[in-house]
Nanobody, 122 residues
């Protein structure tokens, strides 16, 4: 019942910033969680951050703590990932997902966006 569309990816220099957006359509439940995952070529899709629509339960991967900030705008049915101090190793396709709780595991999410490419040059 939920469709997710990511946007905001692009090419940035190391140390730069980028903000990703994930717009949700269909019925969104306030008790549901939204998350960001990323996948680099030849790598497994890995957890980045997650949050409840209510704003609680925020979880970050260790690799992005202190650099990335997850937020949401309930009025716009949109979640954001503000990425600062970007590193080349952040290069990946970033996906948003919706599930019942802010889990670190991709199997716990029911809906996924198409992904948006983030490339960080050095």
């Amino acid at each position: 019942q939920v469709q997710l569309v990511e946007s905001g990816g692009g090419l940035v220099q190391a140390g730069g910033s980028l903000r990703l957006s994930c717009a949700a359509s269909g019925r969104t439940f306030r008790w549901y969680a939204m998350a960001w995952f990323r996948q680099a070529p030849g790598k497994e899709r890995e957890f980045v951050a997650a949050i409840f629509w209510s704003g609680g339960g925020i979880v970050y991967a260790d690799s992005v703590k202190g650099r990335f900030t997850l937020s949401r705008d309930n009025a716009r049915n949109t979640v954001y990932l503000q990425m600062n101090t970007l590193k080349p190793e952040d290069t990946a396709v970033y996906y948003c997902a919706s599930g019942s709780s802010p889990s670190r595991w991709k199997v716990d999410y029911d809906y996924w966006g198409q992904g948006t490419q983030v490339t960080v040059s050095s």
